[in-house]
């Protein structure tokens, strides 16, 4: 299993000092990969009444393809988008950016990709919210072709290339994507198109019976279920044997991946998120890695 750790957007906020320090702990501390979330724009609350979801105009959420080209340059860790909103995005800019970052990290990235929530973003970027799941499918094959071709053409329902195709390519051909999934439609989606995917579970029966709808889609699909990955989320709750608890669990539960969360209340700083992650680090056994850039 790899362990990694989620990136604290709001704790970094606009100081890059901030952003290198992080990233150069985390890699010092001997985790293996970091996962960014992904959100163009908030919503502001006074505008759109009654708005209950997490986020808003006021969140900090960095851009994650220029923070990764940022970060490729300070750290040598794995970089996972968890994830970016595919179907608010031109898919041939998402393949040339997703190319330029696997370049840029020596191959050590992972592209997480989901359908998306918010309707403020897609008015904003100029794409229909109301028919996303389709243009989602379109866009999974057309992002592959793109990095594995030299020059395509495609004429899809929502997609049309005529002769064209991106330069440098990636390291990966593919790059692996991997699926935020929470609905049955999507794990049938993970178990047909999915190189992993992000559960919004727990183990136990709700992750099993949402396996075995990944699996017998994987299946169907003439692949083989044991290639997929799971990535989850382990939530820091201030004790270094429940992190490290919650991993094993997990292990046994058949995860592949999992990331530390330290974005919790009373962790402001970057200094109070890096000093939990030693000690989950501590707990965990993480060997600290050798040559690790100092920050």
């Not at 163009?40 to 994650?64: F, K, Q, S």
Request: aromatic letters at 8%.
């Amino acid at each position: 299993m790899r362990i990694g750790v989620i990136f604290p957007h709001a704790a970094v906020g606009a100081d890059r000092g901030a952003i290198r320090a992080y990233a150069q702990a985390v890699e010092g501390l001997g985790y293996a990969h970091l996962r960014a979330a992904d959100h163009v724009l908030g919503a502001d609350r006074d505008v759109h009444p009654g708005w209950t979801r997490p986020y808003d105009v006021d969140t900090v959420i960095h851009e994650p393809f220029v923070l990764f080209g940022h970060l490729a340059a300070l750290t040598d860790l794995e970089l996972v988008t968890a994830v970016i909103i595919l179907p608010q995005r031109q898919t041939a800019l998402v393949a040339k950016q997703a190319a330029q970052v696997d370049l840029l990290t020596g191959g050590r990235f992972r592209l997480g990709i989901g359908a998306g929530w918010n309707a403020v973003e897609f008015e904003a970027l100029g794409k229909d919210f109301a028919n996303r799941g389709r243009r989602y499918d379109e866009q999974i094959g057309l992002l592959r072709r793109y990095w594995t071709e030299r020059s395509i053409t495609h004429r899809g329902e929502f997609e049309q290339v005529t002769g064209a195709g991106i330069a440098p390519p990636p390291i990966q051909r593919p790059i692996p994507l991997w699926f935020g999934a929470g609905s049955a439609p999507a794990y049938r989606r993970v178990g047909r198109l999915g190189d992993g995917w992000f559960p919004l579970l727990q183990p136990g029966p709700e992750l099993d019976e949402a396996r075995a709808i990944v699996d017998k889609a994987a299946v169907d699909a003439g692949r083989d279920p044991a290639t997929i990955g799971l990535e989850t989320t382990i939530s820091w709750t201030g004790s270094p044997d429940a992190v490290a608890g919650q991993v094993r669990a997990w292990r046994e539960a058949g995860a592949t991946h999992v990331a530390v969360n330290t974005t919790q209340p009373g962790i402001t700083t970057v200094d109070q998120h890096i000093d939990a992650l030693t000690l989950a680090a501590g707990a965990l056994e993480l060997a600290p890695a050798r040559g690790a850039r100092a920050a």
